[in-house]
């Protein structure tokens, strides 16, 4: 088990960092809510990873777990902030993977070689 959250955190480390400085600028997190908030998004990225693993053959029931953790993690993420920030996390957690999927278009049409996906130049500067 413990292995499953280290493989998860070196496939994703870099990517889940700037998804979560993403989030926290966009929530204008403190510092001290940002140290609360860190190892609770943590855990629920390697959640939902687990859940999208294990539940990837029937979209449905995908859906169901994903809502499930949502909610689990959103009570979590009201003890750090507001209700209101709290919700808007999974939001913002959708804007950034959308970027990130325009990221990865973007670079395929470009490509001129066996480049690796960076987050780097003009379109995410937002990152």
Do not use: C, W
């Not at 403190?30 to 609770?40: C, M, V, Y």
């Not at 953790?69 to 913002?92: C, S």
């Not at 001129?112 to 379109?123: A, E, F, N, Y």
Request: aromatic share 8%; hydrophobic share 30%; net charge positive.
């Amino acid at each position: 088990m413990a292995q499953d959250a280290n493989d998860d955190a070196q496939q994703g480390g870099k990517l889940m960092e700037r998804m979560q400085q993403y989030i926290q600028n966009r929530l204008h997190l403190s510092k001290p809510e940002s140290e609360k908030f860190n190892p609770i998004f943590f855990r629920y990225v390697t959640e939902l990873r687990k859940t999208h693993k294990e539940n990837k053959a029937d979209k449905l029931l995908l859906q169901s777990r994903i809502a499930e953790v949502r909610l689990k993690f959103r009570n979590e993420f009201r003890q750090v902030m507001d209700e209101q920030r709290a919700n808007r996390i999974f939001k913002h957690q959708g804007e950034f993977e959308d970027l990130v999927r325009k990221e990865i278009l973007e670079r395929r049409q470009n490509r001129q070689g066996g480049s690796r996906l960076k987050l780097t130049g003009p379109s995410s500067k937002n990152l």
